[in-house]
């Protein structure tokens, strides 16, 4: 059985993200006192009173609306509402209760689902502000005066929606699930790639760049194994970086890439490798992230004989760096070898987990320093000792030698070639620490 999920949800402005924050106790969601900050929906991991759940920020519903975006963002919070275990109805204590809270509340009790009433900003200590007693006219029960500015009475409002979960299970099976983080500029169909994945309008796709601002989970498991997806605000320029807002978003895909065990590069097919492009695969290497390089819109490129392996050799000159790097050619939209991802994530995530027993590595080292001789200068001969193995995601290894100034970097290059010659190690950057006698370290 699945951890209970507690939905966030109501108007926008009334302080939803900013107690989201501070249930989970990381700032993770968007806050910016602008409506529509808060598109997709955002989970994180909780726990209260030793019972671990999850809980999803969303989008402000705006029960009528004529917006495309605040259409798009009901439909999303919709999704989090009928998934959801409790949802949690955010109101405002300074403006009272409004129509669109009234629509709102109607809108929860047919869904229904248990529903605690937050009514934020209810700032002050001491005695309950008269206030908050309007608030049972919405018909959801009593009403918890909160402040996501200062945390009162946040383990009241967590107590209340923990009555409403199911008994926990004994056992809680370990997660193994690989997470895959899209990552790309802004319109190369990380969304849309999501959604067709999942067989679901999951995260909002629309022609308007910087749609997706946060960095969003889903957990999907399929025939091939369980994964969490993660996908991210498309990374601009920093010189098209001017708004807050978009400044907290690369940040968290950055933040994303960190937490991920593999990275899907998304390239436009019709551009090819921009400057850009480039970047945002360089902080997937920079991690050492597990990375595979998707050439979506596929579909819309004019097609001759040799025209996909013409592009692999482009990909390949204009990413040098990620030679490793598998490349697979999707349309998201027709789903043209979409069905191929799984297969590719799973064995780069076990090339970057793989372990080479030292044995094996010194044997490689040895048959390679027969066939290329260790640099010499001045007469001054590179020695190697051994190799060893000292980590994994990415793989580590290090060499230790007699010399650190003669291991030059085109040989530690033809080393590491060596290695993953025998080995493989596709799809994932290698570390090579190289060490001298008397090292302390």
Known sequence: MSRPLVAIVGRPNVGKSMLFNRLVGQRLSIVEDTPGVTRDRLYA??????RKFDMVDTGGIEPTTDSEILLFMREQAQIAIDAATVIVLVTDLRTGVTA????????????????????NKADSTGATDVGVYEFYSLGLGDPIPVSAVHGHGTGDLLDACLKYFPPEEEEEEEDDSIKVALIGKPNVGKSSLINHIL?????????????????????????????????????????KVDERVEKFSVMRAQMAIERADVCLILIDARDGVTEQDTKIAGLAHEAGKASIIVVNKWDLVEKETGTMEKMRKRIMNDLSFMSYAPILFISAITGQRTDRIFDLINFVNDQSNMRITTGMLNNVLADAQARVQPPTDKGKRLKIYYMTQTGIKPPNFVIFCNSKELFHFSYQRYIENQIRAVFGLEGTPVNIVIRQKGDKE
């Open 100 to 119: 669109a809270d009234e629509d709102v509340s109607r809108m929860l009790l047919r869904s229904g689902k248990p529903v605690v009433l937050a009514v």
């Open 45 to 50: 991991e909780c726990e209260w009173c030793g």
């Open 199 to 239: 067989g679901e309008k999951r995260v909002i796709v629309s022609n308007m760049a910087g749609t997706t601002r946060d960095a969003v989970d889903t957990a999907f498991e399929n025939e091939h194994g369980k994964y969490v997806f993660i996908d991210t605000a498309g990374i601009r320029r920093k010189s």
